[in-house]
């Protein structure tokens, strides 16, 4: 059978007492991009670290792009490209660097172009040679996007990744994501806004309390279906002691 891109089987993290993922089942195919809702503390940030191979499960079997998490290094992280809520970044470092630093780091080819190119991409250009911690905290996020890209992934995980972009840069990476959709590469995306899931994917699913209560195709899905089965699954309040 077909090695899918991103496999996760009875996957399940715990902070001490806290289920942060209770049994994760997930299989996803080479170019098939995925949007994951859910409440806050949901485990939304917890699975898409353990995917990037930033924190290690409790328990479960997890392979992406063909490798074995428990035993992948750099060979998957090449692969993989990642947007957190951390940015990766370093701050003392300008934008140029940073992603020279990054490029080098995974052996790009050609990298002053791929430079330039993501600079263009992300509207950063005119500030490559700025030092990061004077960027705005929306530019910083503009060029997290840049670095996350910078190797050509084949796969990207990506958390929340609108949080503090203006309008033309959601429009500019609406456009890119819907660009990255060229049946190669695999995305996973989580998102509080339940449009941006149906807009983007060909499919979504709703986390809540570890566990994905809901997975759908997005072709003939509507926004009220979604918020429907939103609130049906989560409930119309939403309590964390109930854990
Ligand atoms: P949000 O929408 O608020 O970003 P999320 O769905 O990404 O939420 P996670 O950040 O994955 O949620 O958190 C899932 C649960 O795990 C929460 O109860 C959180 O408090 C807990 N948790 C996450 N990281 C840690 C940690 N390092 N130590 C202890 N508990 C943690």
Redesign the pocket.
């Given at each position: 059978m077909k090695e899918p891109a991103i496999l996760a089987e009875a996957l399940t993290?715990d902070?001490?007492p806290?289920h942060?993922?209770s049994g994760i089942d997930l299989r996803l195919e080479k170019g098939e991009f995925l949007t994951i809702l859910?409440?806050?503390?949901?485990?939304?940030?917890?699975?898409?670290?353990i995917l990037a191979t930033l924190?290690r499960p409790t328990s479960g079997l997890v392979r992406v792009a063909g490798y074995d998490l428990a035993e992948a290094g750099e060979a998957l992280r090449r692969r993989i490209g990642v947007i957190s809520?951390q940015t990766y970044l370093y701050e003392n470092l300008t934008a140029y660097e940073n992603l020279r630093f990054y490029g080098r780091m995974y052996g790009v080819q050609d990298l002053e172009d791929h430079i330039r190119g993501v600079l263009e991409e992300v509207g950063l250009k005119g500030r490559r040679d700025h030092l990061v911690r004077t960027y705005s905290r929306g530019m910083q996020q503009r060029l997290s996007i840049a670095r996350a890209l910078i190797h050509d992934p084949s796969v990207l995980l990506l958390?929340?990744p609108y949080t503090g972009l203006d309008q033309h840069a959601t429009r500019m990476l609406t456009g890119l994501l819907a660009r990255l959709r060229d049946g190669e590469r695999t995305v996973i995306l989580?998102t509080?806004q339940l449009s941006q899931g149906l807009e983007l994917s060909d499919f979504v699913a709703i986390?809540v309390r570890?566990r994905i209560v809901y997975q759908e195709k997005v072709a003939g899905l509507s926004l009220a279906d979604l918020e429907d089965a939103y609130f049906q699954h989560v409930g119309q309040e939403y309590r964390?002691d109930t854990?």
């Open positions: 993290k902070f001490g806290i942060a993922l859910g409440p806050n503390g949901a485990g939304k940030t917890t699975l898409i670290k924190m809520h958390d929340e989580t509080h986390l570890g964390w854990q």
